[in-house]
């Protein structure tokens, strides 16, 4: 009886398994396209808190689109950058960073840019 227990009760559990490794190699694709986005969104808070750069520096054509990126084959990085919207008579900018794999879903990071007056 304990054999035909475990037996009928191994097949879901080795279904589960064989899934979670089919998936594993997709995660591992999303998780470096979400460190790829991440790094750029922080190479832009930088920029927009550097002295030198700050806000007007936040422009598309200082980020083009990396096609092939150092040590991550297969992904591209796209920084898309909105005209500015006023809010309470701020400028606000829209930043959007996509990281994409053939292998996996694409990737999206967004925030806002506010210029601040002094």
């Known amino acids: 009886?304990?054999?035909l227990l475990v037996?009928?009760?191994?097949?879901?559990?080795l279904a589960m398994f064989r899934e979670a490794a089919r998936q594993a190699p997709v995660s591992?694709?999303?998780?470096r396209a979400a460190l790829l986005a991440a790094e750029r969104m922080e190479e832009l808070v930088r920029d927009r808190l550097d002295p030198g750069?700050?806000?007007?520096w936040i422009?598309?054509?200082?980020?083009?689109?990396?096609?092939?990126?150092?040590?991550?084959?297969?992904?591209?990085?796209?920084?898309?950058?909105?005209p500015d919207?006023?809010?309470s008579?701020?400028?606000?900018?829209?930043v959007r960073v996509t990281v994409a794999n053939a292998g996996a879903a694409a990737v999206n990071l967004r925030t806002w840019f506010a210029e601040v007056a002094p």
């Open 1 to 3: 009886m304990v054999i």
């Open 7 to 13: 037996g009928v009760g191994i097949v879901p559990i």
């Open 28 to 31: 591992e694709l999303q998780t």
């Open 53 to 56: 750069r700050g806000y007007d």
């Open 59 to 82: 422009v598309a054509a200082n980020y083009p689109v990396d096609v092939a990126i150092a040590g991550f084959p297969g992904f591209t990085r796209t920084t898309t950058i909105e």
């Open 85 to 87: 919207t006023t809010i």
């Open 89 to 94: 008579g701020a400028p606000i900018r829209r």
